[in-house]
T-cell receptor, first 117, second 111 residues
Framework: DVKVTQSSRYLVKRTGEKVFLECVQDMDHENMFWYRQDPGLGLRLIYFSYDVKMKEKGDIPEGYSVSREKKERFSLILESASTNQTSMYLC????????????????FGPGTRLLVL | GEDVEQSLFLSVREGDSSVINCTYT??????LYWYKQEPGAGLQLLTYIFSNMDMKQDQRLTVLLNKKDKHLSLRIADTQTGDSAIYFCAERRGAGNMLTFGGGTRLMVKP
């Protein structure tokens, strides 16, 4: 079974703090993703990584950075947390799309609910 | 506005069928997905359909795709209280790795 774990289920931080959200997957997936989930907005992609040390901006990268030093670990960093970053953060991983167009499934972690005061 | 749209809420009685609808805008979508999110949990892939198909059935789940109208639906037969969750549709465009998600439909099943 694929397992995607996130370091915390709940976090409370103060405005201006630096926040690290960690995600680890055990299936040797090349792709890893960070989303935020807000009511009525669904999931919005913040960043994704398709290989170690490689990253691409998603739809809403402002205020975030990421780090992928090892294949199994993808970190989301809030350099200076703000109240509008209060949200549920979901990590996902997948194999890359295979040549020929086979579907790739994204497997999700349980989420980290972050509250910024 | 969002590229993938869903209604926010659906309520059904236990034993009835549920139909959750989704519309998308990009005709280059290759795969369309349905994910389920139970309270306090991450997203779980339920099923997917390739864009050259118009129907896929998997036990109680039936996915219908109308590519002309860019409309996707998920039908759950004999809905149970354990089906209460938020359901997200998502599309993948072309050969890219990224998915675009709808806002989610909260399904409430009344006993």
């Amino acid at each position: 079974d694929v397992k995607v774990t996130q370091s915390s289920r709940y976090l409370v931080k103060r405005t201006g703090e630096k926040v690290f959200l960690e995600c680890v997957q055990d299936m040797d997936h090349e792709n890893m993703f960070w989303y935020r989930q807000d009511p009525g907005l669904g999931l919005r992609l913040i960043y994704f990584s398709y290989d170690v040390k490689m990253k691409e901006k998603g739809d809403i990268p402002e205020g975030y950075s990421v780090s992928r030093e090892k294949k199994e670990r993808f970190s989301l960093i809030l350099e200076s947390a703000s109240t509008n970053q209060t949200s549920m953060y979901l990590c996902a991983s997948s194999f890359p799309l295979l040549a020929g167009g086979s579907q790739e499934t994204q497997y999700f972690g349980p989420g980290t609910r972050l509250l910024v005061l | 506005g969002e590229d993938v749209e869903q209604s926010l809420f659906l309520s059904v009685r236990e034993g009835d069928s549920s139909v959750i609808n989704c519309t998308y805008t990009d005709s280059s979508s290759t795969y369309l997905y349905w994910y389920k999110q139970e309270p306090g949990a991450g997203l779980q892939l339920l099923t997917y359909i390739f864009s050259n198909m118009d129907m896929k059935q998997d036990q109680r789940l039936t996915v219908l795709l109308n590519k002309k109208d860019k409309h996707l639906s998920l039908r759950i037969a004999d809905t149970q209280t354990g089906d209460s969750a938020i359901y997200f549709c998502a599309e993948r465009r072309g050969a890219g790795n990224m998915l675009t998600f709808g806002g989610g439909t909260r399904l409430m099943v009344k006993p």
